[in-house]
């Protein structure tokens, strides 16, 4: 059993900044890869970035390649999500998950979701 929880979200303009965090409870974080998705309202949810056990692997979704990047600090068990040059249609809420084994997955193959911290970006 892993619990998830999300912060950071907000309003900001288009063109800011935001950085989420998720912090896990346990002592075998270093375990599981962890994976952002977004949800925005009436919509499918999306694959945004993974990052494996190690932090040495990453991957993004097409739509935030070069705008966004996964980190995380095994120490705190948390994982980050820094997101520069916002755009509107980044507006959605985003979930934090975890996969035990070590190696991400892009497919919602995950073990452990977050509830999620809202993200609005205003035109």
């Known amino acids: 059993q892993v619990q998830l929880v999300e912060s950071g979200g907000g309003l900001v303009q288009a063109g800011g900044s935001l950085r989420l965090s998720c912090a896990a409870s346990g002592r075998t974080f270093s375990y599981y890869a962890m994976g952002w998705f977004r949800q925005a309202p009436g919509k499918e949810r999306k694959f945004v970035a993974a990052i494996n056990s190690s932090g040495g692997s990453t991957s993004y979704g097409d739509s935030v390649k070069g705008r966004f990047i996964i980190s995380r600090d095994n120490a705190k068990n948390t994982v980050y999500l820094q997101m520069n040059s916002l755009k509107p249609e980044d507006t959605a809420v985003y979930y934090c998950?975890?996969?035990?084994?070590?190696?991400?997955?892009?497919?919602?193959?995950?073990?452990?979701w977050g509830q999620g911290t809202q993200v609005t970006v205003s035109a």
């Open positions: 998950a975890a996969k035990w084994g070590g190696s991400y997955d892009v497919m919602f193959r995950y073990d452990y």
